[in-house]
């Protein structure tokens, strides 16, 4: 049971390179989350899939896109990256939308 | 325009002691209210909630008080711990139908030895 995993763990990309965050979840939740983290700044909701088949922007989502493929499965797409983009990305499941359970995080750089 | 404030950045506290860690919100929609805790190079870890209909949950060491009429709210760890050595977020939720929580940007809690 390894509850929400997330890959890569690292990436260093360059600037108009694209790349894909991958989430899955074995904790059959119907909600998925992805997030990003700043210095000194709180979680910040890119996009949320309520349940499979459903997606919606959350607060930051310019420049991302996502994809619910099954219920298991979120994944966030950069489709050319920028150096505002560095950030740890965190995937996050829920499953009556309110207590979010949250992956180990991605780390990404765009030089 | 942040709807979730955690103005502490730091807080350093001797082992066995209380920590007190504190959390202001704006939105009056808010109905439920949560901590995460954060070591470094993992994700946040739920570490307990209350709804607004309370103003105190307990679990074990952690208590966290609500209070509605102020738009505050307070996490207590007693005994502190080392281990208890984390960065701690605020989250808030129930203002919009995706159900997304709200996070302060976090107060570094060291519990010296």
Redesign the interface.
């Known amino acids: 049971n390894a509850g929400v995993t997330q890959t890569p763990k690292f990436q260093v990309l360059k600037t108009g390179q694209s790349m894909t965050l991958q989430c899955a979840q074995d904790m059959n939740h119907n909600s998925m989350y992805w997030y990003r983290q700043d210095p000194g700044m709180g979680l910040r909701l890119i996009y949320y899939s309520a349940s499979e088949g459903t997606t919606d922007k959350g607060e930051v989502p310019n420049g991302y896109n996502v994809s619910r493929l099954n219920k298991r499965e979120f994944s966030l797409r950069l489709e050319s990256a920028a150096p505002s983009q560095t950030s740890v990305y965190f995937c996050a499941t829920s499953p009556e939308g309110r207590t979010q359970y949250f992956g180990p995080g991605t780390r990404l750089t765009v030089l | 325009d942040q709807q979730?404030k955690?103005n502490s950045?730091s807080l350093s506290v001797q082992e066995g002691r209380i920590s007190i860690l504190n959390c202001d919100y704006t939105n009056s929609m808010f109905d439920?209210f949560?901590w995460?805790k954060k070591y470094p190079?993992?994700?946040?870890?739920?570490l307990i909630?209350i709804s607004s209909i309370k103003d105190k949950n307990e679990d074990g060491r952690f208590t966290v008080f609500l209070n509605k009429s102020a738009k505050h709210l307070s996490l207590h760890i007693v005994p502190s711990q080392p281990g208890d050595s984390a960065v701690y977020?605020c989250?808030a939720?129930?203002d919009t139908g995706?159900?997304?929580?709200?996070?302060?940007?976090?107060t570094r809690l060291q519990v010296q030895p």
């Open positions: 979730v955690q950045p439920y949560l995460y190079a993992e994700g946040p870890t739920f909630s977020f989250a939720g129930g995706r159900r997304a929580l709200t996070f302060g940007s976090g």
